[in-house]
C-alpha cells in the first residue's frame, strides 16, 4: 500500500472534519469546504510534549510579541491610585465600533493635549466577562494608540477595579510640538 501525501492526508482529515462539524444553536453555517492552511501560522507552534486526548502533539496557541501594552511601572501606578487621571472616559452603552473609535479619539486627543495618565471605564459587563472590558487592551495595543501608550493596568477598587483601567501615556516628542 502506497502512503498518502501529506495534501491528500489533510484533506481527508478536513472531509470528516467537516462531516461531524453542527453549527451552535442560532448560529448560521459556515462553508467548510476548503481546507484552512496546512501550514501553521506565525502565531502557532507545536509543543511536543503537551499531548492532546488522542497523544498526538496538541498546537499552541501564542500571542504575537507586542500583543498588549506593558504593565505601568509600580510607582506610576502608586501616584494613579492615591490621586486621580487627568483625563478620563466611560465607554458604557456603547458598542464595540462606537467604543474603540470614541476610545482612539480620546487617546489621541489626550496625548496632543499633553496628558500623561488616564482612567478608561470599560464596565464589567453583565458577568464580569464584557466586551468592552476585554478588548479594550487589544485595541490600546494596536496602531496608532500603541504609539503613544507606555502602560496599562487594572484600576483600584475606588476608580472602578475590573471594570476600569489606568492609561500611562508616553511624553510629546519635541517634533510633534
Aim: hydrophobic share 35%; charged share 25%; no cysteine.
Amino acid at each position: 500500500m502506497k502512503p498518502d501525501s501529506g495534501v491528500a492526508a489533510d484533506a481527508r482529515l478536513w472531509a470528516m472534519v467537516t462531516a461531524t462539524v453542527r453549527p451552535m444553536p442560532g448560529r448560521s453555517a459556515l462553508s467548510l469546504e476548503t481546507p484552512p492552511d496546512s501550514a501553521p501560522s506565525a502565531a502557532t507552534s507545536v509543543d511536543p510534549t503537551r499531548r492532546s486526548p488522542k497523544g498526538s502533539p496538541s498546537l499552541r496557541v501564542s500571542p504575537p510579541r507586542d500583543s498588549a501594552p506593558q504593565a505601568i511601572e509600580p510607582g506610576r501606578h502608586r501616584r494613579l491610585v492615591r490621586g486621580r487621571a487627568e483625563a478620563s472616559i466611560d465607554l458604557h452603552g456603547l458598542d464595540q465600533d462606537g467604543a474603540r473609535g470614541a476610545l482612539t479619539r480620546f487617546v489621541l486627543r489626550a496625548h496632543a493635549e499633553g496628558a500623561r495618565t488616564l482612567l478608561v471605564i470599560t464596565g464589567k459587563g453583565v458577568r464580569g466577562d464584557g466586551v468592552l472590558r476585554r478588548r479594550t487592551p487589544e485595541w490600546l495595543a494596536e496602531p496608532p494608540l500603541r504609539a503613544v501608550i507606555a502602560g496599562i493596568s487594572e484600576a483600584h477598587r475606588r476608580h472602578g477595579g475590573e471594570g476600569a483601567l489606568y492609561v500611562a501615556l508616553r511624553r510629546r516628542s519635541l517634533e510633534s510640538g
